[in-house]
């Protein structure tokens, strides 16, 4: 990895804040983790909306760049949409997130975040469509 390559196994800014673990980080899919507390609650005590959509452009985002650098094309991956549908509401336990490619070209990917609790159960799930550059 370069230099500029996000570092899975030790997250910075935001998912850092949000206490994201990456369990696997490829340019197929890349699988995280947090444990839900009261800080990612909103005022009536379940998981906050933005909570997924952060979860969702990370982790779009890195697989996007992973699958730039895995084929050689080079260079990163931005977020120009996110799309995230709330499913299920929860207060308590753990959030998996999981991307599977869409599409991925030259240009432009999109990506398919699903976050689920660790049985399955499906909470929200995101579309995330990245700008190569």
Known sequence: ???????????????????????????????????????????????????????AESVASISGFLWLEQTGIGGTAVGVNNSTDFLKSVSTGTIVARSVPIHRGKRQQLWQVDMSLPDGTLLAQGRVRLQNI
């Open 1 to 55: 990895m370069t230099e500029n390559t996000p570092a899975p196994d030790s997250p910075s800014g935001l998912d850092a804040h949000l206490g994201m673990r990456f369990i696997e980080a490829t340019g197929d899919g890349v699988v995280t983790e947090i444990d839900i507390t009261e800080k990612h609650h909103q005022p009536f005590g379940i998981v906050h909306g933005g909570v997924y959509c952060a979860m």
